[in-house]
């Protein structure tokens, strides 16, 4: 069964009618909805007849759809009798008139989804259709009703509750608010069973926490009623040692799509009817953005005051915009044995990344403290979920017609774009969300998900699953053969999730001996005592204007000079080009959109110079663009008798939040790895004891590892590395402790001079280069890494990024995250090989003994210490490595890693390529 393609009408201005029809045969919403859309709009229509001669009756208005190209075909129209005879119809608001002065019509009414008959609880084709047989997307109250449905039925293996609800839109009709409940759900064997229940692994699925990312929970609504009515095995198994928990994470958002809602454009949204993108609204360690709402259910002064329940003191503002965020807190903080968490969103396109992204992709852990044990399970279930996907799918060229089903609309304007044009070049690929879209996050569910328990996370893995998808102007039609594929990859994915969910992985570091020193340096140490919250006070502009096709304007603004951090926000009809002018006319951030991008321009700039600041917009559209741009400034007036210790926002007046306490070194990481070297000593050494000769006590260590510049200041010490590193010892210098290459004597860093060495900034801390144009002998591949390289080895092309920024209050729109490079003229002229660069230095490098894998190692950036001037409200991490970042280290030190799974060693080190190829 197929509804004609939904076209793009949409509400006139809210609340303003375009028609007054009143019919008795109508719901009164049903009534509202036809005399307040468009002309154009299909209205999704339930017919209830008095008898059966109804069906000849409307099949007898002969009414026509319009399907392009100035064509027109019948109306399909859908038929049942049970319970009572019924039609389903799709319709214009005129259209709707004829129906309605049908004799046998008992009642009309607005039904909305896939269903045809889901408001009779007909569920004769299945609660949740197949996609063939679908109308269009399920629908919010579709999904709920039909859950309940699926409860009742099969209450010993489905439970289905409330916790807590929405913003709620402004429900035209009504004339008030109207909150949305907000459900969760569970779904294991013998499920009345408390005990057993409280010990089985959860793996818990938030589905569409941006609601405009339909297709998760399409595939997942279904899986949750296959696997209760049908033959399914696997998940059958599963269920005796998993419980299956799932929120429906944005119904404000899902019910956008309905016409009797203000203020909308009759579509799915992103954020929630308060404006908020709840997925930048979780509470986080790390940098916190001024302008998010983080969900922290324990309150104002952090604290859990009350178990189970969201806590009386959470600030009102909090409360107003995002009390969905707090219920989704709240309620998963009462599970035990969380295994798995999965986001499941999707990723719009336009013609340039349909061409260079994956069709599938996995973004891994962000923000977290992950040791050498939970980086590899975490890795681990993002490898497995990949493989279910290319099981699911094969090769990509199967998929071609269906991907140009779903891209078809944004074809339309290309009349030599053809379906070999549109398919990704892989599957499946998975990294960080920086190594696969290019930026991270603050505030996001699955860097909760993995926060430390110590402060407000989970302390469990996650993923985020993105499926590309069409995301264009007007209404996103409903693709049958593209949603199919969607739907499929989908369930492929959580079936992986749950499967990794029932297995054991145990990840060892095999050292061969080989004992190591890290040089501890209480310049590294963060604490919240280091604080000192200056008088803090918002500010905010806005202005609006309409710009004609092509045509530009300079919205200005004044920046204070006690101004701690501004955010601009540039808000926008149609496609427009947006720069972020300095005062002193420096471009600092530029943002581009598309037709097929809705998104709006975010910029934070820390500590920015005082002066007239300006945002450039160009209207690239054809049409007029109403383009709003705002800024907020942060102002920190510091207190006269505070004069000591690092200023920084006070959350509790930025947010209400009192300040998380907090004691934070990298160094912890080589502490909380130290089970793991079980064959070889890891100890702890300070500046003084290498002064002192620690090093060269009858061999004492073949590795030592330093991330600071510390020893700089002292000769002996310095001394003492050389000697170690020239008497066969290895030195792996990170971070800062790359400008000690400068001052050692040793035969193998002589050629290396102190003005070689640069410490420098950047957004993210990357392996990532372009060729270098003017040198024809740049031999590094485009990604600056070179992958032949030791200290590459089990390196995959598309990671990039060493450490996630956010975690450790690094606020990722700003240049702050910082890098130590070195020359690569003068790295190489010194006899060293270089292994990844980063703006043409050496970023990763080795300066070896000859025939050995000894001798002085630098990695530019993987272990640095935490920056407190940012809003950091939930505390910090003592690191936050990627694997990649945990693997160039292991790498430099001379560390296999091995991952057994369920008692059999896995292989992900000797061809990590594989990984990324087209199945």
């Given at each position: 069964?197929?509804?004609?393609?939904?076209?793009?009408?949409?509400?006139?201005?809210?609340?303003?009618?375009?028609?007054?029809?009143?019919?008795?045969?109508?719901?009164?919403?049903?009534?509202?909805?036809?005399?307040?859309?468009?002309?154009?709009?299909?209205?999704?229509?339930?017919?209830?007849?008095?008898?059966?001669?109804?069906?000849?009756?409307?099949?007898?208005?002969?009414?026509?759809?319009?399907?392009?190209?100035?064509?027109?075909?019948?109306?399909?129209?859908?038929?049942?009798?049970?319970?009572?005879?019924?039609?389903?119809?799709?319709?214009?608001?005129?259209?709707?008139?004829?129906?309605?002065?049908?004799?046998?019509?008992?009642?009309?009414?607005?039904?909305?989804?896939?269903?045809?008959?889901?408001?009779?609880?007909?569920?004769?084709?299945?609660?949740?259709?197949?996609?063939?047989?679908?109308?269009?997307?399920?629908?919010?109250?579709?999904?709920?009703?039909?859950?309940?449905?699926?409860?009742?039925?099969?209450?010993?293996?489905?439970?289905?509750?409330?916790?807590?609800?929405?913003?709620?839109?402004?429900?035209?009709?009504?004339?008030?608010?109207?909150?949305?409940?907000?459900?969760?759900?569970?779904?294991?064997?013998?499920?009345?069973?408390?005990?057993?229940?409280?010990?089985?692994?959860?793996?818990?699925?938030?589905?569409?926490?941006?609601?405009?990312?339909?297709?998760?929970?399409?595939?997942?609504?279904?899986?949750?009623?296959?696997?209760?009515?049908?033959?399914?095995?696997?998940?059958?198994?599963?269920?005796?040692?998993?419980?299956?928990?799932?929120?429906?994470?944005?119904?404000?958002?899902?019910?956008?799509?309905?016409?009797?809602?203000?203020?909308?454009?009759?579509?799915?949204?992103?954020?929630?009817?308060?404006?908020?993108?709840?997925?930048?609204?979780?509470?986080?360690?790390?940098?916190?953005?001024?302008?998010?709402?983080?969900?922290?259910?324990?309150?104002?002064?952090?604290?859990?005051?009350?178990?189970?329940?969201?806590?009386?003191?959470?600030?009102?503002?909090?409360?107003?915009?995002?009390?969905?965020?707090?219920?989704?807190?709240?309620?998963?903080?009462?599970?035990?044995?969380?295994?798995?968490?999965?986001?499941?969103?999707?990723?719009?396109?336009?013609?340039?990344?349909?061409?260079?992204?994956?069709?599938?992709?996995?973004?891994?852990?962000?923000?977290?403290?992950?040791?050498?044990?939970?980086?590899?399970?975490?890795?681990?279930?993002?490898?497995?979920?990949?493989?279910?996907?290319?099981?699911?799918?094969?090769?990509?060229?199967?998929?071609?017609?269906?991907?140009?089903?779903?891209?078809?609309?944004?074809?339309?304007?290309?009349?030599?774009?053809?379906?070999?044009?549109?398919?990704?070049?892989?599957?499946?690929?998975?990294?960080?969300?920086?190594?696969?879209?290019?930026?991270?996050?603050?505030?996001?569910?699955?860097?909760?998900?993995?926060?430390?328990?110590?402060?407000?996370?989970?302390?469990?893995?996650?993923?985020?699953?993105?499926?590309?998808?069409?995301?264009?102007?007007?209404?996103?039609?409903?693709?049958?053969?593209?949603?199919?594929?969607?739907?499929?990859?989908?369930?492929?994915?959580?079936?992986?999730?749950?499967?990794?969910?029932?297995?054991?992985?145990?990840?060892?570091?095999?050292?061969?001996?080989?004992?190591?020193?890290?040089?501890?340096?209480?310049?590294?140490?963060?604490?919240?005592?280091?604080?000192?919250?200056?008088?803090?006070?918002?500010?905010?502009?806005?202005?609006?204007?309409?710009?004609?096709?092509?045509?530009?304007?300079?919205?200005?603004?004044?920046?204070?000079?006690?101004?701690?951090?501004?955010?601009?926000t540039v808000e926008h009809d149609g496609p427009v080009t947006a720069t972020l002018i300095d005062p002193d006319g420096e471009a600092v951030e530029t943002y581009e959109s598309t037709e097929e991008m809705e998104r709006e321009a975010e910029w934070n700039v820390t500590n920015p110079a005082a002066g007239e600041w300006s945002v450039d917009i160009e209207n690239r559209s054809d049409d007029e663009n109403e383009v709003t741009v705002s800024s907020q400034q942060l102002l920190l007036e510091e207190n006269e008798e505070d004069v000591d210790g690092v200023l920084a926002p006070d959350p509790e007046e930025v947010l209400g939040f009192t300040q998380a306490e907090y004691e934070v070194t990298p160094m912890q990481y080589f502490e909380d790895n130290a089970e793991f070297f079980a064959d070889a000593d890891l100890d702890i050494v300070s500046v003084d004891d290498v002064?002192?000769?620690?090093?060269?006590?009858?061999?004492?260590?073949?590795?030592?590892?330093?991330?600071?510049?510390?020893?700089?200041?002292?000769?002996?010490?310095?001394?003492?590395?050389?000697?170690?590193?020239?008497?066969?010892?290895?030195?792996?210098?990170?971070?800062?402790?790359?400008?000690?290459?400068?001052?050692?004597?040793?035969?193998?860093?002589?050629?290396?001079?102190?003005?070689?060495?640069?410490?420098?900034?950047?957004?993210?801390?990357?392996?990532?280069?372009?060729?270098?144009?003017?040198?024809?002998?740049?031999?590094?591949?485009?990604?600056?890494?070179?992958?032949?390289?030791?200290?590459?080895?089990?390196?995959?092309?598309?990671?990039?990024?060493?450490?996630?920024?956010?975690?450790?209050?690094?606020?990722?729109?700003?240049?702050?995250?910082?890098?130590?490079?070195?020359?690569?003229?003068?790295?190489?002229?010194?006899?060293?090989?270089?292994?990844?660069?980063?703006?043409?230095?050496?970023?990763?490098?080795?300066?070896?003994?000859?025939?050995?894998?000894?001798?002085?190692?630098?990695?530019?950036?993987?272990?640095?210490?935490?920056?407190?001037?940012?809003?950091?409200?939930?505390?910090?991490?003592?690191?936050?490595?990627?694997?990649?970042?945990?693997?160039?280290?292991?790498?430099?030190?001379?560390?296999?890693?091995?991952?057994?799974?369920?008692?059999?060693?896995?292989?992900?080190?000797?061809?990590?390529?594989?990984?990324?190829?087209?199945?």
């Amino acid at each position: 069964m197929q509804l004609s393609a939904v076209t793009a009408g949409a509400l006139a201005l809210p609340g303003h009618a375009v028609a007054d029809h009143e019919s008795e045969k109508a719901t009164e919403l049903y009534d509202f909805i036809r005399n307040h859309v468009e002309g154009d709009y299909v209205i999704q229509t339930l017919v209830l007849f008095e008898s059966e001669a109804g069906f000849d009756a409307l099949e007898d208005l002969g009414l026509e759809q319009d399907i392009g190209d100035d064509e027109t075909e019948p109306v399909d129209i859908e038929q049942t009798t049970d319970p009572q005879p019924a039609a389903h119809i799709g319709v214009t608001p005129f259209q709707a008139s004829d129906v309605l002065e049908l004799d046998e019509i008992e009642q009309v009414e607005f039904s909305p989804g896939a269903n045809p008959f889901w408001k009779l609880d007909n569920y004769e084709d299945g609660v949740f259709p197949s996609v063939e047989e679908s109308i269009e997307y399920i629908s919010f109250d579709e999904a709920v009703e039909g859950l309940r449905y699926l409860e009742d039925q099969h209450s010993d293996r489905l439970n289905i509750f409330r916790v807590g609800e929405t913003p709620g839109y402004h429900n035209l009709l009504e004339g008030e608010t109207d909150p949305q409940d907000m459900w969760f759900g569970e779904l294991t064997n013998n499920i009345e069973d408390s005990d057993s229940f409280k010990e089985k692994r959860k793996c818990v699925f938030s589905i569409s926490i941006h609601s405009d990312e339909p297709y998760g929970r399409e595939g997942f609504l279904r899986l949750v009623e296959q696997t209760l009515v049908r033959d399914e095995p696997d998940m059958d198994k599963w269920l005796d040692d998993i419980v299956v928990v799932f929120v429906l994470t944005n119904p404000d958002g899902w019910v956008r799509r309905e016409p009797q809602y203000i203020g909308v454009e009759n579509e799915f949204g992103r954020e929630n009817a308060a404006g908020v993108d709840q997925n930048r609204g979780f509470p986080t360690e790390g940098w916190i953005d001024p302008d998010h709402y983080p969900g922290e259910a324990w309150g104002a002064n952090l604290e859990d005051d009350q178990p189970t329940e969201i806590d009386d003191d959470v600030p009102e503002d909090i409360l107003d915009h995002v009390p969905d965020t707090l219920a989704v807190t709240n309620h998963l903080r009462t599970y035990n044995n969380i295994e798995t968490v999965a986001d499941l969103h999707g990723m719009g396109w336009s013609e340039e990344p349909v061409e260079s992204r994956p069709l599938y992709y996995t973004l891994t852990q962000n923000s977290n403290q992950f040791d050498h044990q939970e980086l590899h399970d975490a890795d681990e279930m993002t490898r497995v979920v990949g493989e279910y996907v290319r099981e699911e799918l094969g090769p990509i060229e199967d998929h071609r017609d269906a991907l140009f089903d779903g891209v078809e609309r944004f074809a339309q304007d290309d009349d030599e774009l053809e379906a070999e044009d549109v398919a990704p070049e892989l599957i499946f690929r998975d990294g960080s969300s920086v190594d696969t879209l290019g930026y991270t996050t603050t505030g996001g569910f699955r860097s909760f998900v993995g926060g430390l328990q110590e402060f407000s996370g989970l302390g469990v893995k996650g993923n985020t699953v993105e499926f590309l998808q069409y995301s264009g102007e007007g209404r996103m039609d409903y693709r049958h053969d593209f949603t199919n594929l969607a739907v499929d990859t989908y369930q492929a994915v959580v079936r992986g999730y749950i499967d990794h969910g029932t297995s054991n992985v145990e990840a060892t570091i095999e050292t061969d001996g080989r004992s190591t020193a890290y040089v501890a340096s209480e310049t590294l140490t963060r604490s919240s005592d280091d604080l000192v919250f200056a008088d803090t006070e918002q500010t905010f502009t806005s202005s609006s204007s309409t710009l004609e096709s092509d045509e530009t304007d300079v919205v200005s603004f004044d920046v204070s000079g006690d101004a701690g951090q501004i955010s601009v926000t540039v808000e926008h009809d149609g496609p427009v080009t947006a720069t972020l002018i300095d005062p002193d006319g420096e471009a600092v951030e530029t943002y581009e959109s598309t037709e097929e991008m809705e998104r709006e321009a975010e910029w934070n700039v820390t500590n920015p110079a005082a002066g007239e600041w300006s945002v450039d917009i160009e209207n690239r559209s054809d049409d007029e663009n109403e383009v709003t741009v705002s800024s907020q400034q942060l102002l920190l007036e510091e207190n006269e008798e505070d004069v000591d210790g690092v200023l920084a926002p006070d959350p509790e007046e930025v947010l209400g939040f009192t300040q998380a306490e907090y004691e934070v070194t990298p160094m912890q990481y080589f502490e909380d790895n130290a089970e793991f070297f079980a064959d070889a000593d890891l100890d702890i050494v300070s500046v003084d004891d290498v002064t002192d000769g620690a090093l060269d006590d009858g061999d004492a260590y073949d590795n030592v590892v330093i991330n600071h510049d510390e020893p700089a200041d002292d000769q002996q010490c310095l001394d003492q590395l050389d000697e170690f590193v020239d008497t066969g010892g290895n030195l792996v210098l990170t971070d800062r402790g790359v400008q000690l290459l400068g001052h050692l004597e040793s035969d193998l860093a002589a050629g290396v001079a102190d003005d070689d060495i640069e410490s420098i900034e950047r957004q993210f801390a990357l392996l990532d280069d372009d060729p270098d144009e003017d040198d024809p002998d740049d031999e590094l591949p485009s990604d600056g890494k070179n992958l032949d390289h030791r200290l590459m080895e089990g390196i995959r092309p598309v990671q990039r990024e060493m450490w996630n920024v956010a975690g450790l209050g690094y606020a990722s729109p700003n240049i702050e995250a910082p890098m130590t490079l070195v020359d690569a003229d003068a790295f190489e002229g010194a006899g060293g090989t270089v292994a990844a660069t980063t703006d043409h230095q050496v970023s990763v490098g080795a300066l070896e003994h000859d025939g050995e894998e000894t001798g002085i190692h630098v990695i530019s950036s993987v272990l640095p210490p935490a920056l407190q001037n940012n809003l950091h409200p939930f505390g910090m991490v003592n690191y936050g490595l990627e694997l990649l970042g945990h693997q160039v280290l292991m790498n430099a030190l001379g560390y296999d890693q091995q991952r057994i799974v369920d008692g059999e060693e896995i292989d992900v080190w000797d061809n990590p390529e594989e990984r990324d190829a087209e199945p």
